[in-house]
């Protein structure tokens, strides 16, 4: 099974295929590299000739943007009720993943039918905060963000201000996601819901190693020391080609849900849906931890 959001509006996938896909950003189109869209592009479709920028993998590593129209540095885009500042970064990033969307609506739907009660939110890898975003919209009593970068950290505090939301309770953190979890158990902090969205490989702000492979499963157990006895929700997602969805699941299975002893789990792949046919891109995997099957 494959997770798609129905609900994005300034974002759209034209095409993708040959290794690449061509997205419109409100009314920006970029074309830029996947690795996973091997199969032939519709060739018909003229704007793969017309982008706005293109992005060019250099043979040395990494990459740059070519512009073939002006385009400004940064701009908003609005989607799933949400405000989000895109700009094309030098690793062909824009700070967002609009895949995530479908995970916002499912943080959304619980965090909406358990408004009567306080619901504290820790998101790791939290990048740019569209999850911070969605669940503090969906009405958080709290939300921890953590990411090892200041920048995103930063862009994640403007994205809060484009949406009003900077009284609400959000703390931005820079730090190691696996230190601060850490620190986290030895000050006895509890959350409702976990969010993990950790990169194949990373660094924290002082040089910590990230590897996935090695450390998932150590910062999964940890987290789930911070649960509450009420949980919510805990999601695990990855990009991580090597990390299949039976891979998630039995981890979500042997971690999360045999050490709750309770609720069900779902491991399913997110991606993004072309609107010029019925090709589905896959963007990665998702775990999902909740009490009851019906909010699955
Ligand atoms: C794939 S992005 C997460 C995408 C995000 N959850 C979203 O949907 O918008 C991974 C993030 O992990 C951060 N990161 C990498 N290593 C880290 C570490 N050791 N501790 C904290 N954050 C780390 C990076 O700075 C980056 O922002």
């Given at each position: 099974?494959?997770?798609?959001?129905?609900?994005?509006?300034?974002y759209?996938?034209?095409?993708c295929g040959?290794?690449e896909?061509?997205e419109?950003?409100k009314?920006i189109?970029l074309?830029?590299p996947?690795?996973?869209?091997?199969?032939?592009r519709?060739?018909?479709?003229?704007?793969?000739n017309?982008?706005?920028?293109?992005?060019?993998?250099?043979?040395?590593?990494?990459?740059s943007?070519?512009?073939i129209?002006?385009?400004?540095d940064?701009?908003?885009?609005k989607t799933n009720?949400?405000?989000?500042?895109?700009s094309?970064?030098?690793?062909?990033?824009?700070?967002?993943?609009?895949?995530?969307a479908v995970?916002?609506?499912w943080?959304?739907?619980?965090i909406?039918?358990?408004?009567?009660?306080?619901i504290?939110?820790?998101?790791?890898f939290?990048?740019?905060?569209g999850?911070?975003l969605?669940c503090?919209?969906?009405g958080?009593?709290?939300?921890?963000h953590?990411?090892?970068?200041?920048?995103?950290?930063?862009?994640?505090q403007?994205n809060?201000?484009?949406?009003q939301?900077?009284?609400?309770?959000?703390?931005?953190?820079?730090d190691?996601c696996?230190k601060?979890v850490?620190?986290?158990?030895?000050r006895?902090?509890?959350?409702?819901a976990?969010?993990m969205?950790?990169?194949?490989?990373?660094?924290g702000?002082?040089n910590?190693?990230w590897?996935?492979?090695?450390?998932?499963?150590?910062?999964?157990?940890?987290?789930?020391?911070l649960l509450?006895?009420?949980?919510l929700?805990?999601l695990?997602?990855?990009y991580?080609t090597?990390?299949?969805?039976?891979?998630?699941?039995?981890?979500?299975?042997e971690c999360?849900k045999?050490?709750?002893n309770?609720?069900?789990?779902?491991?399913?792949?997110?991606?993004?849906?072309?609107?010029?046919?019925d090709?589905?891109?896959?963007?990665?995997v998702?775990?999902?931890?909740?009490e009851?099957?019906?909010?699955l």
């Amino acid at each position: 099974m494959i997770r798609v959001s129905k609900t994005l509006t300034d974002y759209e996938l034209i095409d993708c295929g040959n290794k690449e896909k061509l997205e419109r950003w409100k009314n920006i189109v970029l074309r830029r590299p996947d690795p996973t869209a091997i199969w032939p592009r519709n060739e018909t479709i003229s704007l793969w000739n017309h982008p706005d920028a293109h992005y060019h993998r250099s043979k040395a590593g990494g990459g740059s943007w070519q512009t073939i129209k002006k385009i400004p540095d940064s701009w908003q885009i609005k989607t799933n009720g949400l405000l989000f500042k895109v700009s094309p970064t030098d690793f062909k990033h824009t700070g967002l993943f609009p895949e995530q969307a479908v995970n916002w609506e499912w943080m959304n739907h619980l965090i909406q039918k358990n408004k009567d009660r306080d619901i504290k939110v820790l998101n790791l890898f939290a990048y740019t905060g569209g999850a911070t975003l969605a669940c503090s919209k969906a009405g958080a009593s709290e939300v921890v963000h953590v990411d090892a970068a200041k920048h995103m950290v930063k862009w994640a505090q403007e994205n809060a201000q484009l949406n009003q939301l900077q009284n609400n309770k959000i703390r931005f953190i820079v730090d190691d996601c696996v230190k601060f979890v850490q620190r986290e158990i030895r000050r006895g902090r509890k959350y409702d819901a976990i969010i993990m969205d950790p990169p194949s490989y990373g660094r924290g702000p002082s040089n910590e190693l990230w590897k996935i492979e090695e450390q998932l499963v150590n910062l999964i157990q940890l987290s789930l020391q911070l649960l509450s006895d009420q949980p919510l929700f805990f999601l695990v997602n990855s990009y991580t080609t090597a990390l299949s969805a039976q891979t998630i699941h039995n981890i979500m299975n042997e971690c999360v849900k045999k050490k709750l002893n309770f609720g069900v789990i779902d491991s399913s792949e997110i991606g993004l849906q072309c609107i010029n046919s019925d090709l589905v891109l896959p963007c990665g995997v998702s775990g999902r931890w909740c009490e009851h099957e019906r909010d699955l």
